[in-house]
């Protein structure tokens, strides 16, 4: 019998377990936890058997992690004597003990290195412990993100005592208190966001931002205040951020600040506050409501805080910052389908009914109101919710139940974070990986958990979609207006005031000319015409409800201009109102799908189908698509037609759910490829069996196509070239076709080759289905269209040059036979598995960086792939390290160059702070990268692009700005960097 008590006679963490996760496959959980016991002391393998025996709920808590959470397992595994500590310690004060030990450490410190010792050391034993507490029930989630706030808190203070410690001893600083050196330093870190408010999550970032006072300090009179403080915020995030043997603190995030594309990491309080006052927005007035003075001079930071209160809390309530309000509910109001919510894939934190509109409604609430209402003024949001319920701006029955999916949420967030210690907050995208996620969450089930969850979306939902329900764009309050009076209108000129339009003189104008003028070709015909003007009324309100209305009107306007026809666009337009705000999105955003959409309107059929906010279908569901759609072709011209016609609908529709935020760039890149490869084996058949009528088969024929590039890692944009190599094998005893116009063996492949890039290329009245490149095979444009499969075996094995086979890490067979698929797949295989020399391929990679370099540039941040630290440099190394491993761990090959990070981290390839560096880089690049293939046709160049798509990728992107994003992008493109050199070029 163990003890159930610790030494102070309080119940052990193992025994206040109440709950726990359901387990997926028990007999794989089992051995997992078995394998671990094995592996350990004896004694502390029977201290935990033990534990398991007495408490089925840690049993059921031990288990469920060995299945379902690497992260929170690899903290057990590492140090068992931890694992016991904390089961058999009461958290109450095991954890106030193991935070005030660590800053006792720190305060004795001699070196950095230690400091981050004992700061990550504190960090490892604290997230275990409160996950624990989370997952076994015995702290409410308020509690849990109160104790992740005060760990991050405790570390920012010991970190920045730390370093000002180190400067007074160099002289650099006079503090009065050589024990305090923060007083009167003049150094302020507010918390923001989450942390500023007590709500940390288990996985978050922390928002910093660095202020100083140039007034009032104790800097030495030689000492340059700018440097110095930038100096030692920058300390502050290597000391917390850095990854090293014992993992990280936090992760640092600075963007906050105000411009960080164009200020250093601490801005001083006179110039922060002149930037508030002339040209702070609306998001950062909300951000500031959670802002905490949580380390540096306290006083200097109160002073800061009361300094900056005019600008977040304004004593009147004036049309201006009731429309900011009206602009923050408008810019969160991404367009999510009308249906039902899709679970699998869903973002708790931003998708539908999610924590940041619960959020929202509150914050919202707080900024018209706190300027009169002090009270209001404050920063948890479920507090917030309790004192608009005391003063009657909600009920008690909103309050409550916004509370309640409060809570729920963020315990399904930190749920999905104890995984694998990510930022994610969305769950997993297929059924089955729900269902894992379900029961380690402690459901029996997906469909029990989905009945809670959904439940909860919808009731934030609705009480969000209530938040002013005076808005002036309901169009059942609106007044009888006429729209063709144009801008001398001064009734019409307030009504589209009203509705939130910035520049209603031109709205007015330019709807006058769509009602009056005979310039629309689309609207020449009368049914057309008159069924556009008795819309007009419902396209102004939706096209208020776009993010940008004055620009929706003008990219409608474009739009008009340029449809040919509209009479179908408009009836369906009119018949699904909801339509409208997506449709200006995309017209604004996107002139590559709004082109498409101006020749060829049907497109918008596939918009109202049910299906189209539901899960993206899979290959299976495309090849069903694609077959019906091509099944009473009656020609092979009509059916390159409509493959074209496919192709063209299956881009917009999954461009458009880009851009409306219903997809991740993931899912996206998976669906382009899904529906390049369909069409790409329908091509093959439909080619060879065009070919074989005119000249026969060769004895044993055998064809493949192989994807490269993006195509063949899955990892395609809408302006994805498909990149392909075509192999072939025969009979070499029998090398003639048998038809009326015999060809032989290597001409016979080539010339279908050809006939098949034909079908690819070819311009029809529905223009090309994808421009094809074939410089991958061998020996690249000297080379024969096509290859037998020995010569391409032999070719890779005696003649390719390193570049070649980083290439061939990402060949994928997408159309064969499986006898034959099988057979050039090994060809593959065998190649990228054999023992290479590690340094002639590092000089190889770097020389073919470096080459690229020069021809490309790299010296553009947002030239996304070819930048310095872009994702070349991502792909370089994963492919760089599959061709000097693969021989010894073969495990380590994938076409999919995220999939190539994960593996090598797994295997021990790659350290794990160079792959959270690539992992988190690849998915913001392949984000943006998405947004802008449809955007963008050229460069793109801020300076120049519209104020929709900007805001589009800072959403994207989950900034609060473009300002932020280029920060970010510029920091992170400097850490891949470092990580290229590091791993290739052997700097590290």
């Not at 089992?30 to 201290?47: C, G, K, M, V, Y």
């Not at 250093?264 to 922060?272: D, F, N, Q, R």
């Not at 070919?691 to 055998?702: L, S, T």
């Not at 160079?914 to 988190?920: G, I, M």
Request: proline share 4%; net charge negative.
């Amino acid at each position: 019998m163990i003890s159930a008590a610790t030494d102070e006679g309080q119940p052990v963490l193992a025994a206040q377990f109440v709950s726990g996760p359901q387990l997926f496959d028990t007999a794989e959980a089992e051995r997992r936890f078995a394998d671990w016991l094995t592996d350990i002391a004896p004694d502390q393998a029977s201290a935990l058997r033990a534990i398991v025996d007495e408490y089925p709920h840690a049993r059921a808590i031990l288990l469920g992690i060995a299945e379902a959470s690497p992260y929170l397992f690899d903290l057990l595994r590492a140090d068992a004597a931890r694992a016991l500590r904390v089961l058999n310690g009461d958290p109450v004060t095991a954890l106030p003990a193991l935070i005030a030990r660590a800053t006792e450490l720190v305060g004795e410190a001699s070196s950095e290195a230690d400091v981050m010792t004992a700061l990550r050391r504190m960090k490892s034993e604290a997230a275990l412990m409160i996950a624990l507490c989370d997952i076994g029930g015995v702290w409410p989630v308020m509690q849990v993100t109160r104790a992740l706030t005060d760990l991050a808190i405790t570390s920012v203070q010991a970190a920045i005592r730390y370093l000002l410690t180190q400067e007074a001893g160099r002289g650099r600083i006079l503090p009065p208190d050589p024990a305090k050196p923060e007083e009167g330093s003049g150094l302020i870190v507010f918390a923001m966001g989450k942390m500023g408010a007590g709500e940390l999550n288990y996985s978050s970032d922390i928002d910093l931002i660095v202020y100083f006072d140039l007034e009032e300090h104790t800097l030495a009179e030689d000492i340059e205040p700018n440097t110095f403080f930038v100096r030692v915020a920058q300390g502050m995030s290597r000391l917390l951020q850095q990854r090293t043997g014992d993992g990280y603190v936090f992760r640092v995030d600075l963007r906050l600040r105000p411009d960080p594309a164009s200020t250093p990491v601490a801005v001083s309080t006179a110039s922060a506050l002149y930037y508030y006052e002339r040209e702070g927005r609306t998001w950062e007035r909300a951000a500031m409501i959670k802002a905490l003075p949580c380390a540096g001079d306290p006083k200097a930071g109160e002073r800061m805080l009361a300094d900056i209160s005019p600008f977040v809390w304004r004593k009147h309530l004036d049309f201006a910052a009731l429309a900011d309000v009206h602009d923050m509910k408008r810019q969160m109001q991404t367009y999510r389908g009308q249906s039902e919510i899709s679970v699998e894939g869903h973002n708790v934190k931003v998708g539908r009914g999610g924590i940041r509109e619960i959020e929202f409604f509150a914050q919202t609430q707080q900024l018209i109101a706190g300027g009169r209402h002090p009270e209001l003024r404050v920063r948890p949001t479920l507090e917030a919710l309790g004192i608009l319920a005391a003063n009657n701006w909600i009920t008690d029955e909103v309050r409550d139940e916004l509370t309640v999916a409060y809570e729920f949420l963020r315990r399904v967030e930190h749920r999905l974070q104890m995984i694998a210690d990510e930022q994610t907050h969305a769950l997993p995208d297929d059924v089955e990986a729900v269902e894992r996620f379900a029961r380690f969450f402690g459901y029996e089930n997906r469909d029990a958990f989905v009945r809670d969850l959904l439940a909860h979306l919808n009731c934030v939902q609705g009480h969000y979609s209530r938040l002013f329900e005076g808005d002036a764009t309901d169009d059942t309050h609106l007044p009888a207006v006429d729209y063709k009076a144009g801008a001398s209108d001064q009734r019409l000129l307030e009504h589209l005031n009203k509705l939130g339009f910035r520049k209603p003189a031109m709205v007015a104008q330019t709807v006058q000319h769509w009602m009056l003028d005979d310039d629309y070709r689309a609207l020449r015909v009368e049914s057309t015409r008159q069924a556009f003007l008795d819309f007009v009324p419902a396209l102004i309100v939706g096209l208020a409800d776009a993010e940008e209305p004055d620009s929706a009107v003008i990219a409608f306007d474009r739009f008009l201009q340029a449809l040919q026809r509209g009479g179908r666009l408009i009836s369906l337009l009119s018949q699904n109102r909801d339509l409208v705000a997506l449709v200006a999105l995309v017209l604004g955003a996107a002139p590559r799908l709004a082109d498409m959409l101006a020749r060829q309107p049907q497109l918008v059929d596939g918009l109202i189908d049910p299906r189209f906010f539901g899960a993206m279908p899979d290959r299976r569901e495309l090849s069903l698509r694609l077959a019906a759609t091509l099944e009473d072709a009656n020609s092979y011209e009509e059916f390159l037609d409509r493959l074209r016609l496919f192709g063209q609908e299956s881009l917009f529709l999954i461009g458009t759910r880009i851009l409306s935020g219903t997809v991740t760039a993931p899912q996206a890149s998976t669906a382009f490829a899904d529906v390049a490869e369909g069409i790409a084996q329908t091509l093959h058949g439909l080619v060879l069996d065009q070919f074989v009528a005119q000249h026969g088969r060769i004895k044993d024929q055998e064809t493949a196509i192989i994807a490269m590039g993006r195509l063949g890692s899955r990892e395609m944009t809408a302006a994805s070239d498909l990149d392909l190599i075509l192999i072939y094998d025969f009979d070499h005893d029998a090398p003639d076709s048998d038809g009326a116009r015999s060809l032989h063996g290597a001409q016979y492949f080539a010339r279908l080759t050809q006939r098949l890039i034909s079908a690819f290329t070819t311009r029809t009245n529905y223009g090309v289905l994808y421009e094809v490149d074939m410089r991958l095979r061998p020996s690249g444009r000297s080379g024969p269209l096509a290859s037998r499969i020995d010569s391409f075996a032999e070719y890779q094995q005696t003649e390719a040059w390193t570049w070649e086979h980083m290439a061939l890490t990402r060949a994928r067979v997408i159309s064969a036979s499986p006898a034959f698929r099988e057979k050039v797949e090994a060809a593959i295989r065998e190649v990228l598995t054999r023992p290479r020399e590690h340094g002639i391929i590092a000089n190889d990679v770097a020389e073919m960086r470096q080459a690229i370099a020069e021809e490309k540039g790299e010296d553009d941040i947002w030239d996304l792939k070819h930048a310095a630290g872009g994702m070349v440099d991502i792909e370089f190394i994963a492919q760089y390290l599959q061709l000097v491993h693969a021989a010894e761990k073969p495990a380590i090959l994938s076409v999919s160059t995220p999939q190539v990070l994960e593996n090598a981290a797994r295997l021990g390839v790659l350290k794990s702070e160079h792959f959270d560096v690539l992992r988190r880089a690849a998915r913001l690049f392949n984000d943006l990268t998405q947004i802008l293939r449809l955007c963008v046709s050229e460069g793109f160049k801020p300076e120049t692009a519209g104020a929709d798509l900007l805001r589009l990728l800072a959403r994207v992107s989950n900034e609060p700005d473009f300002s932020s994003l280029e920060a970010r992008v510029r920091d992170i493109q400097q850490d891949v960097r470092q990580v290229f050199r590091e791993i290739v070029e052997g700097q590290g």
